[in-house]
Each structure stands twice: as structure tokens, then as C-alpha cells.
């Protein structure tokens, strides 16, 4: 049983008050707070052993570089990867998929297929189309229903042997759904195809164990996990990082640089090019210590019980439609209330202190599936409290009440 109100005091933030009131922040799909002792990390990276890593002689630097790789190997056991140089610092799941999808050009040709999902963040989409554009690939959509749940009937007819990659979200920012990865790695690679999984949203609140899943890659964002805004993880096999050209080129990831040819630096530094988010790679390990020390499985179990009662409460609005009602859901909860613009509950809500996220969620597909200019979403965390959620109940009321 968890003590959410001693978790609530490791975030200085909680305490603030927002238009007199105080804050209720239900943004954590967006980024995640911080506690104090990543606060600290950060500040004591910066007092006591800043200097650049890997090549420096003098003794700040080797500190520095032993924090940047114990950090990657907290993160190669967090994430259960059979080597440390299979985990890639990146500024975060973008910066991620990106990497990729620039890298696959050279496995995609005309004809080709990509694929994705019609939940995908903007983030999961628009690097393939740039890919297809480049290549002449096509890229397919797994489709979904009306609760918002992957159609898995049909990702199977789309699979064929052209299919060269599947990149899905573990969870949708927009809908809460949990998708069902582990079928669709076990499904793409029967036709030869690689995996990427965005995982966002679930390393947050999941356990993620990617020798388990056997995905290709798995990437997720440091400022959603508690961590830094800017760092993030990209996890790949070694075969596919071993035959994945660079993506950036400049200092670090070299070997051995003549005017007449480069040749590169192996993994993860290939991967890596100049002076890296250091601070951010160090404390991002620094969070993931405070989320297991609390236990993602603990978290997991509360935020659901979040779930639960914002469903239950969120409910006994009239004329409240939910947009995304999946079985297996994190603690994401999009809705509408009637014809009410969402941005207008949104402004009303904030200046009762209540902050949430409106509009399309950069998830512009799944607002136009579910024929919405955009939803409200309340995304809880494990800081979050049922007497928070009322606070939001009430505030909704009062919105329908001035603009229904
Ligand atoms: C599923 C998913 N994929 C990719 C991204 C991009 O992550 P970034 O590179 O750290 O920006 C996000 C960010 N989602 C959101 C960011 O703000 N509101 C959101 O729902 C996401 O939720």
C-alpha cells in the first residue's frame, strides 16, 4: 500500500498553487514532475563533477564519464538489455524514432512497406512517411474500433513479406490504450520484419523487459519518467545497431576521421555524436531509482485504482462521452462534455487550479477517426489522489454549467 502522502512531499511542485488555487496536475502524459532528489541530482551534477566525458584525462571528466555509463548500465538492468551498448541516451522517444527511421532507408526500398498504427502519436508517424518519401515505400495503418483497441484481425492480413518494419506505441497518449505488443512482434517477425516500440507512455508505468518482449527497439522520453526534459533511451538489439548506419556524424562517434574517408566508432557511441545531455543521462538513471524504489507494479496497481474512480466520477456528468474505452487502458481518460469546445473546459478547469491537456494530443488521426476537433485529457500519476479527481468532477460541472 502506498503512502501517497509521503510520495507527495518528494514533489516540491505539488505544493504550488495555481489562480489561488491549488494545483492539480493532470498533464503527466505531457511530462511527468519531478522529485526532490532529481531536483538534487541535478544541481550536484552541476557542483560538484560537470566536465565533458569520455575523452578528457583529469579527473572531473573520468567522474562525470563513470556517472553517464553507471547511468547506462541502471538503465541496460531497468530494462532487462543483454549488453549496455544496446541502450542509446537520446533527447527522448522522438530523437528515438527518428534515429531509426533515418537508418532504415537503407533496408527500405520502393515497394517496400512500413507500418503503423492509426493511434500513433505524431512522433510515430511522420518519421515513416518521411522514410517512405524517401525510399518509395509504402507505408500501411493498422486500423482500430470505436473503443480505440488495434483491429488485430486485420494488422494480420496487412502483414506480408514486404512488410520491413512495425512501429507501435506501447500505450496511446490520447486513448490510454494498451496495445498487444507482445502478439505483434511475434506476428511481424514471422514475416521477417523488425519492431520498434514506442514506449512513451509505458515506461512511466510498466515494467519493460526487452529480451522478454523480444522487440528490435524500444524507445521512451527521460522528462516522462520523472527524468530530465531532453534525455530519453533507445534501446536496440545489437544485430540491428550493428547494421544501422549513424545518424548524426561529428565528434565521438568516430574512429578515425581523413578527408578521404571516417570510418566509426562502435556501439553505443556510433549512436552518439558530440557532447551529449550528460546531466541528463546521469539523473535520468537518478528517476528510474525513485520509480523502482516505489515499484512500477505499486504504481501500476494505484494509477489503475485512479482509473477506476475517474471513471466512476467523470460518469455521473450529463452528456460526458468518453473517447477512448479500451479493456486494457493506463490511467488516461479523454472525454468530451456535450458540444463544449475542449479548449474551453481546459481554460475554465485551469483556473481552478486544475491543470489538464486539450486539443489533439499531436494525435490528429485519432481525433479525426473518433470525428473530434480534440478532447479533454486527465492523464493521472502515482502523485495524484482521488481527492484531486473530485476537485476535477466539480470543476467540469461548474464548466458545463457556465458554457453548456
Ligand atoms: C506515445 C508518444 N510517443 C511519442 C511522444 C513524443 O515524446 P517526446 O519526444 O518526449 O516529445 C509522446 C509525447 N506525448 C505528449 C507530449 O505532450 N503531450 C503528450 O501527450 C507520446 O505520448
Redesign the pocket.
Same mark, same amino acid.
Given at each position: 500500500m502506498l503512502d501517497i502522502q509521503a510520495i507527495r512531499n518528494d514533489f516540491p511542485i505539488l505544493t504550488q498553487t495555481v489562480n489561488g488555487k491549488p494545483l492539480v496536475y493532470f498533464d503527466n502524459?505531457?511530462?511527468s514532475q519531478k522529485p526532490q532528489v532529481v531536483i538534487d541530482a541535478i544541481s550536484n551534477y552541476y557542483g560538484t563533477i560537470n566536465a565533458n566525458i569520455h575523452r578528457g584525462v583529469h579527473t572531473l571528466s573520468q567522474l562525470a564519464t563513470d556517472a553517464y555509463e553507471q547511468s547506462r548500465q541502471k538503465i541496460q538492468t531497468h530494462l532487462n538489455a543483454k549488453h549496455n551498448y544496446e541502450v542509446l541516451f537520446t533527447a *527522448?522517444?522522438?530523437?528515438g524514432i527518428n534515429l531509426v527511421a533515418h537508418g532504415f532507408a537503407a533496408f527500405v526500398k520502393a515497394g517496400d512497406e512500413v507500418m503503423v498504427s492509426a493511434m500513433e502519436?505524431h512522433?510515430?508517424i511522420v518519421p515513416w512517411q518521411m522514410l517512405c518519401e524517401r525510399t518509395g515505400a509504402k507505408l500501411t495503418v493498422i486500423p482500430m474500433n470505436e473503443k480505440g483497441e488495434l483491429i488485430i484481425e486485420e494488422f494480420e492480413k496487412l502483414l506480408t513479406e514486404k512488410t520491413k518494419i512495425v512501429a507501435v506505441?506501447h500505450i496511446?497518449?490520447s486513448l490510454g490504450t494498451i496495445n498487444p505488443i507482445e502478439h505483434i512482434i511475434k506476428k511481424a517477425h514471422e514475416v521477417g520484419a523488425a519492431v520498434l516500440i514506442?514506449g512513451?507512455?509505458a515506461a512511466p508505468h510498466l515494467k519493460i523487459d526487452v529480451q522478454a518482449l523480444d522487440c528490435d527497439f524500444y524507445t521512451f522520453?527521460g522528462?516522462?519518467t520523472c527524468g530530465p526534459t531532453g534525455s *530519453?533511451v533507445l534501446y536496440g538489439k545489437e544485430e540491428w545497431l550493428e547494421k544501422l548506419p549513424p545518424y548524426q556524424g561529428g565528434g565521438e562517434m568516430i574512429k578515425e576521421v581523413t578527408f578521404e574517408k571516417t570510418t566509426y566508432a562502435g556501439l553505443p557511441h556510433k549512436f552518439e555524436a558530440g557532447t551529449p545531455h550528460i546531466e541528463g543521462g546521469i539523473v535520468l538513471g537518478t528517476a528510474i531509482d525513485y520509480l523502482n524504489s516505489i515499484g512500477l507494479d505499486n504504481i501500476m496497481a494505484y494509477e489503475n485504482e485512479l482509473l477506476r474512480y475517474g471513471n466512476e466520477k467523470l460518469q455521473e456528468i450529463e452528456g460526458i462521452r468518453f473517447i477512448g474505452t479500451a479493456t486494457k487502458k493506463t490511467s488516461v481518460i479523454s472525454f468530451n462534455v456535450g458540444e463544449i469546445h475542449p479548449y474551453d473546459i481546459g481554460a475554465i478547469v485551469d483556473k481552478m487550479g486544475i491543470a489538464v491537456?486539450t486539443g489533439h494530443?499531436?494525435t490528429q488521426p485519432v481525433m479525426n477517426f473518433f470525428n473530434v476537433p480534440g478532447t479533454v485529457r486527465a492523464s493521472f500519476a502515482f502523485y495524484n489522489t482521488k481527492e484531486e479527481i473530485d476537485a476535477l468532477v466539480l470543476a467540469v460541472l461548474k464548466a458545463q454549467r457556465m458554457l453548456g
Open positions: 502524459a505531457a511530462t *527522448g522517444t522522438t530523437h502519436h512522433s510515430n506505441n496511446s497518449n514506442d512513451a507512455q522520453s522528462h516522462k *530519453g491537456r494530443h499531436c
